[in-house]
T-cell receptor, first 116, second 113 residues
Framework: QKEVEQNSGPLSVPEGAIASLNCTYS??????FFWYRQYSGKSPELIMF????GDKEDGRFTAQLNKASQYVSLLIRDSQPSDSATYLC????????????????FGQGTILTVHP | NAGVTQTPKFRILKIGQSMTLQCAQD?????MYWYRQDPGMGLKLIYY???????DKGEVPNGYNVSRSTTEDFPLRLELAAPSQTSVYFC????????????FGSGTQLSVL
């Protein structure tokens, strides 16, 4: 069973701080990694994806990937109350023949609360 | 451009009833998926399709069926509803295999009582 685990949360940070969200995955052959944000009662929306080891930055968001440690993280700088949501880590696993048909495995999510 | 449209938004079923959750996308995406999300949990894949006429099981297919007669539509059928099927159901689509972006519908909240 391929698993994706996220830090349990909930995570509470003050406005302006850095929020750090973590995710580990069990399938060493996993190919691509995604962070989705889900506001309460809404559907998930993609905020970051990363394929290669290292950091990828997009505005206030930085995704970090370490395939050797099977670890992916999301940093949110200058956190705002509007960042309060559930963050879902998702992994596109390895599959025979090289294609998984985009069947993502999701973690259980981390609830982030940014308080003023 | 409507994106992914799911209906209904809410539904209450009695045990043993059946229903179909509708999903349609107007982005000409080949890949479509059905996920369910239980409270406090991530999304689990029920069924997926890589094109019209091609469907396959995901992680939790028992109690469900799907069809894909057109590129646009991907309905999910619940037969003999059970309380364990109480969940939020999301339909999603993507353009290609390396799905940098899954487009999600707004979800269907289903309660089986």
């Amino acid at each position: 069973q391929k698993e994706v685990e996220q830090n349990s949360g909930p995570l509470s940070v003050p406005e302006g701080a850095i929020a750090s969200l973590n995710c580990t995955y069990s399938d060493r052959g996993s190919q691509s990694f995604f962070w989705y944000r889900q506001y309460s009662g809404k559907s998930p929306e993609l905020i970051m994806f990363i394929y290669s080891n290292g950091d990828k930055e997009d505005g206030r968001f930085t995704a970090q990937l370490n395939k050797a440690s099977q670890y992916v993280s999301l940093l949110i700088r200058d956190s705002q109350p509007s960042d309060s949501a559930t963050y879902l880590c998702a992994v596109n696993p390895w599959a025979p023949g090289g294609t998984s048909y985009g069947k993502l495995t999701f973690g259980q999510g981390t609830i982030l609360t940014v308080h003023p | 451009n409507a994106g992914v449209t799911q209906t209904p938004k809410f539904r209450i079923l009695k045990i043993g009833q059946s229903m179909t959750l509708q999903c349609a996308q107007d982005m000409n995406h080949n890949y479509m998926y059905w996920y369910r999300q239980d409270p406090g949990m991530g999304l689990k894949l029920i069924y997926y399709s890589v094109g019209a006429g091609i469907t396959d099981k995901g992680e939790v297919p028992n109690g469900y069926n799907v069809s894909r007669s057109t590129t646009e539509d991907f309905p999910l059928r619940l037969e003999l509803a059970a309380p364990s099927q109480t969940s939020v159901y999301f339909c999603a689509s993507s353009l290609a295999e390396r799905n940098e972006k899954l487009f999600f519908g707004s979800g269907t909240q289903l309660s089986v009582l």
